[in-house]
């Protein structure tokens, strides 16, 4: 049903696709509270990070933002700003809420470096396509097979500890997060 890979020529042919909802950035403890009910309101959230690139061999830089998406709501934590809040570690934590990401062990862990908890319900897309016979590891390939989209991955390399996040950024944040998602619920038939 699913190619097994494709080529970057054949991605780039598809058409750009992107997360066009509302987009919340939390950098504040009162944006926290305010936007807190919503993200719990979510029982199968996108999940992913982004982390300050680092050209030195060697350096790791800590979690400057996490994200967390409806089909229509992306929630963009500030983790530089305001830490890691036990709100959110508890939602990481809930069994009664799905997590989508890719290649999540990664980020489980640098969050673990930051505030230790218990990462429960969490659903990593690279393991999980490979019962599709989908072979493919990244989120830009997987998006295309199962979307027949492309996703940009032109941020990704970004300051993301700059002083305000833009608008490029920001959008780039959710679909990652986003497109986890979608391509969990297409593979559910949802």
């Known amino acids: ?16 696709y992107q997360f066009n909802g509302g987009i919340f950035v939390i950098d504040t403890f009162d ?4 936007f807190l009910p919503l993200i ?14 680092a050209f030195k061999k060697g350096i790791i830089n800590p979690v400057s933002l996490l994200q967390l998406t409806s089909s229509t709501q992306a929630f963009l934590i500030r983790i530089n700003r305001i ?14 809420v799905k997590k ?17 908890f218990e990462p429960n319900s969490f659903i990593d897309l690279q393991d ?16 295309a ?7 940009s991955k032109s941020q990704q390399v970004t300051n993301w500890e700059r002083e305000e996040l833009s608008e490029a950024q920001q959008v780039y944040a959710a679909t990652d997060a ?13």
């Open 1 to 16: 049903m699913f190619a097994e890979n494709l080529t970057n020529d054949e991605i780039n042919d598809l058409p750009l």
């Open 31 to 34: 944006k926290l509270d305010y």
């Open 40 to 53: 719990q309101e979510h029982k199968i959230p996108g999940f992913d990070t982004e982390t300050k690139p």
């Open 83 to 96: 830490g890691f809040p036990d709100e959110i570690k508890n939602i990481l934590s809930d069994k009664r």
């Open 100 to 116: 989508i990401g890719l290649a999540i062990k990664d980020d489980i862990k640098i969050l673990r470096n930051i505030s230790e």
């Open 128 to 143: 999980y396509v490979e019962d599709f016979g989908i072979e493919a590891k990244s989120l830009k390939k997987i998006t």
């Open 145 to 151: 097979i199962v979307l027949d989209k492309r996703i």
């Open 178 to 190: 986003w497109a986890c998602l979608l391509v969990h619920k297409k593979l559910n038939n949802e």
